[in-house]
Every structure is written in structure tokens, then in C-alpha cells.
């Protein structure tokens, strides 16, 4: 980006775009290392020293991924030793964007997090957030390290919360409240707030699973373990096999040789993205019991059918709950919420449905003659 230009130009040569540039964002994968959950830098580092040989005038290096602490005094020293002429900063700007809604939390941010001490990184930076101006995101300016803890801190909070309300579900079954009626209860309160309070079958997706690791990593090499992070992972871990047990106890405790529909695959609505879904280790348990697994998703097949070949996919909902024993809904897909369940039932063996998002009210569906079974409701 040029911001005094004004301009964005595209090319597939890095030299061209980053020279004259008053600001370059690496924005490439962090993935965990195989084996140890740590985040995989090399590509931030590539990314760093291809930079280096094309910086011309003071330009901002912006890192926009996800990036433990001392990343940005990693990359400033990449790049002062390769260039000891360069003029230039490392800024930390992480991202909070979510899947399927990226450009309207683009445009509308909470706030935008910005991590340096130099102070022309700091103009340039208001300058290129200035369009944004118009709905007043606080500009929140920080350390470099602190801006790169607060991203991991972000999502560790988050998966907290879901986590969190997960178990609280769990004990609302066993004493007979309504979870949703406890999140409600709780989100109206300020200080907690009602976002993230939905219990499902466990948080997935490309960064919650893999930023909760990595900060658990972090915070045990440093000698500061986050007891409550490490928690979280692994409570999120058993509950997607738990979801699956949940299926076999609503058929009478055994899947063998039964059918079973599953409703959405990916890890959300509104994405195709499979990475960590609940609903990878929901089939990988119900077809290791000698299930058979139907399933059907909007948008996630082609990205799950190498990942459970185990699985028959089906055109639509209804003929995937054809002679099926109970239906499954895994992702909260619109398309779901609505389903015509008299002809669902019809089609069912057994009217069985377990709904793992509740998506339905459980008075509507029993009125229907299924036997329904929910989270962390009666
Ligand atoms: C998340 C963060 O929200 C975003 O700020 C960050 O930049 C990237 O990670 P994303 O992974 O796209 O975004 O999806 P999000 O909508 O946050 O959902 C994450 C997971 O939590 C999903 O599996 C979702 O089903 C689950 N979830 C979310 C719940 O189970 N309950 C909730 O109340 C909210």
C-alpha cells in the first residue's frame, strides 16, 4: 500500500510492490509445528527476508499474523541483518477478523491493536486505519509484544468462554436447568456479556484450536503456565469424542450397524473450512463403533470427503435422513433451522434428532413426535 498515493497495486513480484511502499503487511499462515503445538514461523521468516532485500525508504513492516511474543524483535533482526542500511519498523497489528464475516469486521472493528514504540510507524499506521475512522474504532496503541500477546490473549478468552459455558451445559443436563436460560442470565450482565455463551459441541476452526496451543507453549516455556488455557484445551478435546457418545446413548447405547445422518460438517456456518471441526472426531468415534455415516453440508463436502472417506455424502437434508436412525445437526447452517420436519420425520427410521446447536425448542420438535435431544436443555 502507498498511503500517501493513496494507491493499491497488485503484482505477483514482491520487489515492485514493496519498494516506494510506506507500509508492507505480511499476512502468511502461522500453523502449529507438527509434534509440538508451537507456532511454525517459517513462513513469516521467508516472508521477512524477501522483504529485506526490497526496502527503500522508510517503510513499515506490518505483521498481521498470528505471531508469538518476540516474533517482531525476531523480524527486525532478520531484516537489520540482511539490510544494515534500512530504514524501517516492525509493527504488530494483529488481525481479529472471523471466517465468513471478515470484510464487515474489517470495516466495523471493535478496536485495532497496534504494537510499536517508533513514532513515525505510529503515524503511518493512523494514516492507513484513517477510512475507517468514520465508525470510530479505537486505535489502541501498545508495546510490540504486548499487541502480539493481546491477539493470543483475545482468542484464549473466547475459547474460555465457549468452554466454559460447554460445562455448564453439561451440568444443566444432569440437574435439569436450560443452559441457554443460564447464558442469557449471565451475558445480560456487562461485565460477562452475551457473545460466546452458545454451547455446542466444542469450539474448531483455524485459530482457536491452534492459538490456545500455542499460548499454552508459551506460557509453559516461559515459566508462567496458563493453568486455565491448558484447562480449555483439553476440555474442548474430550467434549468432541463426548458428542459423539451423546449420539450412541440417545440410539440406546449402541451405533453398530445403525445409520446416521449427520447435518454440517464445517466448523461453523457460512465457511467450508473443515480445519479441527467437532465433526471430524463425532464420525472418526461413531464409525470406529460400526456406524454407518450419511452426511450433508452446504458448503464443506469437497474439503471433508478426503478427510472421513468413511462417510456417504448425500444432495440435501431429506435424503440424508432417508432410513437413517437419528439425525445429527453438527453445524448451524440457516438451511437447518428450518428443516420441514414432518417430512424429516417420515423419512427417519427412528425419529431421532440430535441437535448439537439448538437450533430448535425442544417443545416444537417433541410436539412432532421425535424424540429430541439437545445441549444443556431438558
Ligand atoms: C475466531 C475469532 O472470533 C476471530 O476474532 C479470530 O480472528 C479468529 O478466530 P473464527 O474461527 O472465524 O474466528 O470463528 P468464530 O465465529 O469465532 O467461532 C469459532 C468456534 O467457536 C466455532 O467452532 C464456533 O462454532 C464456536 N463457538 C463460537 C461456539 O461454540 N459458541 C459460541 O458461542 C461461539
Given at each position: 500500500t502507498?498511503?500517501?498515493q493513496?494507491?493499491?497495486?497488485f503484482t505477483?513480484?514482491?520487489?515492485?510492490?514493496?519498494?516506494?511502499?510506506?507500509?508492507?503487511?505480511?499476512?502468511v499462515?502461522t500453523p502449529s509445528r507438527r509434534g509440538d503445538?508451537?507456532?511454525?514461523l517459517?513462513?513469516?521468516y521467508a516472508?521477512s527476508?524477501?522483504?529485506?532485500?526490497?526496502?527503500?525508504?522508510?517503510?513499515v513492516?506490518v505483521?498481521?499474523s498470528?505471531?508469538?511474543v518476540?516474533?517482531?524483535?525476531?523480524v527486525?533482526r532478520i531484516?537489520?541483518e540482511?539490510?544494515?542500511d534500512a530504514?524501517?519498523?516492525?509493527v504488530s497489528?494483529?488481525?481479529?477478523?472471523?471466517e465468513?464475516?471478515?470484510?464487515e469486521?474489517?470495516?466495523?472493528?471493535?478496536r485495532v491493536?497496534?504494537g510499536?514504540?517508533?513514532?513515525?510507524?505510529?503515524?503511518?499506521?493512523s494514516e492507513?486505519?484513517r477510512?475507517?475512522?468514520?465508525?470510530?474504532?479505537p486505535l489502541v496503541?501498545?508495546?510490540?509484544?504486548?499487541?502480539?500477546l493481546?491477539?493470543?490473549a483475545?482468542?484464549?478468552f473466547?475459547?474460555?468462554?465457549i468452554?466454559?459455558?460447554n460445562?455448564v451445559?453439561?451440568?444443566c443436563?444432569?440437574?435439569?436447568?436450560?443452559?441457554q436460560?443460564?447464558a442469557?442470565?449471565?451475558?445480560?450482565d456487562?461485565?460477562?456479556g452475551?457473545?460466546?455463551?452458545?454451547a455446542?459441541?466444542?469450539?474448531?476452526g483455524s485459530?482457536?484450536p491452534k492459538d490456545?496451543l500455542a499460548?499454552?507453549?508459551?506460557g509453559?516455556?516461559?515459566?508462567?503456565?496458563?493453568r486455565?488455557v491448558?484447562?480449555?484445551?483439553?476440555?474442548?478435546?474430550?467434549?468432541?469424542?463426548?458428542?459423539a457418545r451423546?449420539?450412541?446413548?440417545?440410539l440406546?447405547g449402541s451405533?453398530?450397524?445403525?445409520?446416521?445422518?449427520?447435518?454440517?460438517?464445517a466448523f461453523?456456518?457460512?465457511?467450508?473450512d473443515?480445519?479441527?471441526?467437532?465433526?471430524?472426531a463425532?464420525?472418526a468415534?461413531?464409525a470406529?463403533?460400526?456406524?454407518?455415516?450419511?452426511?450433508?453440508?452446504p458448503?464443506s463436502m469437497?474439503?471433508?470427503?478426503?478427510?472421513?472417506?468413511?462417510v456417504t455424502f448425500c444432495?440435501?437434508?431429506y435424503?440424508?435422513?432417508?432410513?437413517a436412525d437419528?439425525?445429527?445437526i453438527?453445524?448451524e447452517?440457516?438451511?437447518?433451522r428450518a428443516?420441514d420436519?414432518?417430512?424429516?420425520?417420515?423419512l427417519?427410521?427412528?425419529?431421532?434428532?440430535v441437535?448439537l446447536?439448538n437450533v430448535?425448542?425442544p417443545?416444537?420438535?417433541r410436539?412432532?413426535?421425535?424424540?429430541?435431544v439437545?445441549?444443556g436443555r431438558?
Amino acid at each position: 500500500t502507498n498511503v500517501r498515493q493513496n494507491r493499491l497495486s497488485f503484482t505477483t513480484d514482491l520487489e515492485p510492490a514493496v519498494r516506494g511502499a510506506d507500509a508492507v503487511f505480511i499476512a502468511v499462515g502461522t500453523p502449529s509445528r507438527r509434534g509440538d503445538g508451537h507456532a511454525d514461523l517459517s513462513f513469516v521468516y521467508a516472508a521477512s527476508e524477501k522483504i529485506a532485500g526490497a526496502l527503500d525508504g522508510f517503510t513499515v513492516v506490518v505483521n498481521k499474523s498470528t505471531v508469538p511474543v518476540g516474533t517482531g524483535d525476531e523480524v527486525e533482526r532478520i531484516i537489520r541483518e540482511l539490510r544494515p542500511d534500512a530504514d524501517f519498523a516492525v509493527v504488530s497489528n494483529p488481525e481479529f477478523l472471523r471466517e465468513g464475516a471478515a470484510i464487515e469486521d474489517f470495516k466495523r472493528p471493535d478496536r485495532v491493536v497496534i504494537g510499536t514504540d517508533d513514532s513515525r510507524a505510529r503515524e503511518v499506521m493512523s494514516e492507513i486505519y484513517r477510512p475507517l475512522s468514520l465508525n470510530q474504532p479505537p486505535l489502541v496503541f501498545v508495546g510490540r509484544r504486548t499487541s502480539e500477546l493481546t491477539k493470543y490473549a483475545a482468542n484464549a478468552f473466547l475459547a474460555t468462554k465457549i468452554t466454559f459455558i460447554n460445562e455448564v451445559a453439561d451440568l444443566c443436563e444432569k440437574v435439569g436447568a436450560d443452559v441457554q436460560d443460564v447464558a442469557r442470565g449471565i451475558g445480560l450482565d456487562n461485565r460477562i456479556g452475551g457473545k460466546f455463551l452458545h454451547a455446542g459441541p466444542g469450539y474448531g476452526g483455524s485459530c482457536f484450536p491452534k492459538d490456545t496451543l500455542a499460548l499454552m507453549k508459551t506460557g509453559q516455556d516461559s515459566g508462567a503456565s496458563l493453568r486455565i488455557v491448558e484447562t480449555v484445551v483439553a476440555v474442548n478435546d474430550a467434549r468432541k469424542r463426548a458428542m459423539a457418545r451423546k449420539v450412541i446413548s440417545a440410539l440406546g447405547g449402541s451405533v453398530r450397524g445403525k445409520r446416521i445422518a449427520l447435518l454440517g460438517l464445517a466448523f461453523k456456518p457460512n465457511t467450508d473450512d473443515m480445519r479441527d471441526a467437532p465433526s471430524l472426531a463425532i464420525v472418526a468415534s461413531l464409525a470406529g463403533d460400526g456406524a454407518k455415516v450419511y452426511a450433508y453440508d452446504p458448503e464443506s463436502m469437497e474439503q471433508a470427503r478426503p478427510l472421513m472417506p468413511e462417510v456417504t455424502f448425500c444432495e440435501d437434508p431429506y435424503s440424508t435422513a432417508e432410513g437413517a436412525d437419528a439425525l445429527v445437526i453438527v453445524t448451524e447452517w440457516d438451511a437447518f433451522r428450518a428443516l420441514d420436519l414432518d417430512r424429516v420425520r417420515s423419512l427417519l427410521k427412528q425419529p431421532i434428532i440430535v441437535d448439537l446447536r439448538n437450533v430448535y425448542r425442544p417443545g416444537d420438535v417433541r410436539k412432532r413426535g421425535f424424540n429430541y435431544v439437545s445441549v444443556g436443555r431438558r
